[in-house]
């Protein structure tokens, strides 16, 4: 079992950066651990949205098309937490925003779990509104 807490939330206006946190913890979930740590978004009446995520043993690291550019993953070992710099952010990007992590497996070199299923583990959110 992996515990996930965000942080980072906030009101910006267009144009503006945020940066959010995820702090890691649990049994599972330590130096060796094998999966993906990812984000996600959701906003209300809509699916959520894969983001970007970073497989914790290579820091690969893979974004959504959306948000190519724009946002960087980064992630602090020490402590293990998990980092999202959102730059140049739009109204469109307004949303509620998800850590969540997949289970402790192996995934090939060329796999990126972008799916919702893929991720049994979730934190509680933090709300990022972008304001025009």
């Known amino acids: 079992q992996v515990q996930l807490e965000e942080s980072g939330g906030g009101l910006v206006q267009a144009g503006g950066s945020l940066r959010l946190s995820c702090a890691a913890s649990?049994?599972?979930?330590?130096?060796?651990?094998?999966?993906?740590l990812g984000w996600f978004r959701q906003d209300p009446g809509k699916e959520r949205e894969f983001v970007g995520a970073?497989?914790?043993?290579?820091?690969?690291?893979y974004y959504a098309d959306s948000v190519k550019g724009r946002f960087t993953i980064s992630r602090d070992n020490a402590k293990n937490t998990v980092y999202l710099q959102m730059n140049s952010l739009k109204p469109e990007d307004t949303a509620v925003y998800y850590c969540?992590?997949?289970?402790?497996?192996?995934?090939?070199?060329?796999?990126?779990?972008?799916?919702?299923?893929?991720?049994?583990?979730w934190g509680q959110g933090t709300q990022v509104t972008v304001s025009s």
């Open positions: 649990g049994r599972t979930f330590s130096r060796s651990f094998m999966g993906w």
């Open positions: 969540a992590a997949t289970g402790n497996i192996y995934y090939s070199s060329n796999y990126f779990p972008t799916a919702r299923y893929e991720y049994v583990n």
């Open positions: 970073i497989r914790w043993s290579d820091d690969n690291i």
